[in-house]
């Protein structure tokens, strides 16, 4: 029987949320969305009711719950996004496809953008410390390299801890 041409099946385009392969250790939670527009591979982080909400990563102190992940069952699949009180998928151990918003190499340090700044949205991953935008997340690490505005494998390994970039 002849073997298959290794990447026949995998050479698919993968999208920030999706899980890019699979790990024994995967841990997916579900939450309740707090508001309108949390965007597939995106950070979020504890809502109001902590144990049941989480909104888009927003403040250099907020508690981080882990990456929106793909579904078919958000509201508004067309802009790859949830909506409020939809069903929140968040992978919050594992590999994770994320959007980075600059060029990102293997061994960059991890940080979210908690501030929208231009086109530069929060939630949102990247490498660069700039003061009173971006955190410092550990317990993360970048598995692939990536151009600025594309999907990154991101390992998540709890504990996570945030330090703000001041």
């Known amino acids: 029987m002849a073997i298959p041409k290794e990447d026949?099946?995998?050479?698919?385009?993968?999208?920030?949320?999706?899980?890019?392969?699979?790990?024994?250790?995967?841990?997916?939670?579900s939450f309740a969305?707090?508001?309108?527009?949390?965007?597939?591979?995106?950070a979020v982080m504890s809502g109001t009711l902590a144990e049941t909400q989480v909104k888009t990563f927003g403040s250099a102190s907020g508690k981080f719950?882990?990456?929106a992940a793909y579904s078919t069952e958000a509201d508004d699949l067309d802009g790859s996004s949830y909506n409020d009180h939809d069903a929140v998928a968040v992978i919050d151990q594992g590999l994770v496809m994320v959007f980075a918003e600059e060029v990102i190499a293997l061994g960059d340090s991890v940080r979210i953008r908690h501030t929208t700044?231009?086109?530069k949205i929060k939630?949102?991953?990247?490498?660069?410390?700039?003061?009173?935008?971006?955190a410092l997340l550990s317990g993360a690490e970048y598995r692939t390299a990536g151009a600025s505005g594309t999907a990154v494998k991101l390992y998540l390994d709890p504990p996570f801890t945030i330090t703000?970039?001041?």
């Open 164 to 166: 703000a970039d001041v």
């Open 123 to 134: 939630g949102s991953f990247c490498k660069t410390a700039v003061p009173g935008e971006t």
């Open 65 to 67: 719950k882990g990456v």
């Open 33 to 42: 969305a707090e508001e309108d527009d949390i965007l597939f591979g995106r």
């Open 117 to 119: 700044s231009g086109t």
């Open 8 to 29: 026949l099946y995998v050479s698919r385009v993968t999208v920030p949320g999706t899980i890019p392969e699979h790990n024994p250790i995967e841990n997916i939670r």
